[in-house]
């Protein structure tokens, strides 16, 4: 086999970035035996060169970006994160027709279309399987790997922060702040978590499926997005009693030239294939119309997660020299969706006899209840409450339901209002 170099410049050295070098580092010769390539990190850029940043050499360390873009690598990497100075730093790599992979969701949701032209117009590849789902190739497969399918749907879990805190929700039965402080403690959310738990993180995400996907540009304010703050442990065991959970979830639905994306807190039935998803880990469940029903699983973040993804980006690209064509970016209308389906209600209240007055104001909508409970506080800090579990109805009826209750004046306080998901 001829082994051919592939010189690698790289921007950023945090987290993903050291595992990135550790990677190439440890598996040079294992990379090299199975696809012929040679790869070697030129210069990385950095912040501050000072820093002391073990298996990371010292002499490879620069403060200026043009010593790594003008160093004569074939390939650069970007691992800064944000939206500037990574896309300028983009720009100018691709406009001397370098490669680019970059794990850079923020990035790629607000303008992926356009670097995708410019590395087209260049004739050179770019890649970010690890800018979604860390080290699950769901990039790759909906690129090469289902390109003779037409994609109907995509519905997964794409933020690693919610499901770990929705996880020890669950499991081990704490609260909302508990889960977050341990996912903190344990480095799966930052010390400002609320791109993840108010579920932006996940919607870059699906945004950069979808247009994967469906082969068109997904306006931003197309996403609904809704997180997970309101989400209770009284919701957690509500849930586990009607024999649900509750993750959080990302979907896109395309029809015609239709599509409509949410991300939002649904209850699934412990069976669903996305019910058993545990922790840090992701899941995408892709359905085309020649395969059926595909599930994608596995670590979604991490360092190592992230930086295989990196890795394998890498390597593809020096195993196929060449440009890739950009997503035709035709238009498609976009919808919020009117689901049809059953929902699950919690309204604070102050005193439980209010089941009345709520059911009354469901079912003169036309909303059917499945099951109704008053519940009582169990201490002086918590509040009572009414669960309802409806029966299948249009979710704009639930949403007036919501605002003739809100009027009423029962309702006490921030309540909620969950999709079941079958």
Not at 46 to 75: F, Q, W, Y
Not at 129 to 143: F, K, M, T
Request: one cysteine or more; hydrophobic letters at 45%; glycine letters at 10%.
């Amino acid at each position: 086999m001829v082994t051919r170099k592939l010189n690698v410049g790289l921007l950023g050295c945090g987290t993903v970035g050291r595992g990135l070098v550790e990677l190439v580092a440890r598996n040079h010769t294992l990379i090299r035996q199975r696809t012929g390539v040679e790869l070697a990190i030129t210069r990385i850029l950095v912040r501050d060169a000072g820093k002391e940043r073990p298996g990371v050499e010292r002499n490879l360390l620069t403060t200026h970006p043009e010593k790594v873009i003008d160093n004569g690598c074939d390939l650069v990497v970007e691992l800064i994160g944000g939206i500037e100075p990574a896309r300028a730093l983009i720009q100018r790599s691709l406009a001397r027709s370098k490669h680019v992979v970059t794990a850079n969701k923020a990035l790629l949701a607000l303008d992926g279309f356009s670097i995708m032209k410019a590395a087209e117009i260049q004739k050179v590849r770019l890649g970010f399987e690890a800018s979604v789902c860390g080290g699950i190739p769901i990039i790759r497969a909906l690129r090469n790997g289902l390109v003779g399918n037409q994609i109907h749907s995509l519905r997964g879990i794409l933020n690693g922060t919610c499901n770990y805190i929705l996880t020890r929700m669950t499991e081990d039965r704490v609260d909302f702040n508990d889960a977050l402080a341990e996912a903190q403690a344990k480095g799966f959310a930052e010390a400002d978590p609320t791109l993840d738990i108010d579920g932006h993180d996940a919607a870059q995400k699906l945004k950069i499926l979808a247009e994967l996907a469906f082969h068109a540009h997904v306006p931003a304010q197309a996403v609904l997005v809704e997180g997970i703050r309101h989400i209770t442990a009284d919701d957690i065991q509500a849930a586990r009693e009607l024999g649900y959970v509750i993750k959080h979830i990302a979907a896109a639905e395309c029809s015609g030239d239709c599509m409509s994306l949410q991300v939002h807190p649904v209850l699934l039935p412990g069976k669903h294939q996305l019910a058993g998803i545990r922790d840090e880990n992701n899941a995408v469940l892709v359905r085309g119309d020649a395969v059926g029903e595909m599930v994608f699983s596995g670590k979604g973040a991490g360092s190592l997660p992230s930086a295989s993804a990196v890795l394998s980006d890498v390597v593809d690209i020096a195993c196929h020299q060449g440009g890739f064509s950009a997503s035709q970016g035709k238009v498609l209308d976009t919808h919020a969706p009117d689901d049809h389906g059953k929902h699950y209600l919690r309204f604070p209240v102050d005193d439980p006899s209010a089941i009345a007055a709520i059911t009354t104001v469901l079912e003169r909508n036309g909303i059917g209840i499945a099951r109704a409970a008053a519940v009582w506080a169990k201490s002086a800090s918590a509040q009572n409450q009414v669960r309802v579990l409806t029966q299948d109805c249009l979710r704009s009826t639930v949403e007036t339901s919501l605002r003739d209750i809100s009027a009423s004046g029962v309702e006490k306080g921030q309540g909620i209002a969950l999709r079941v998901m079958d």
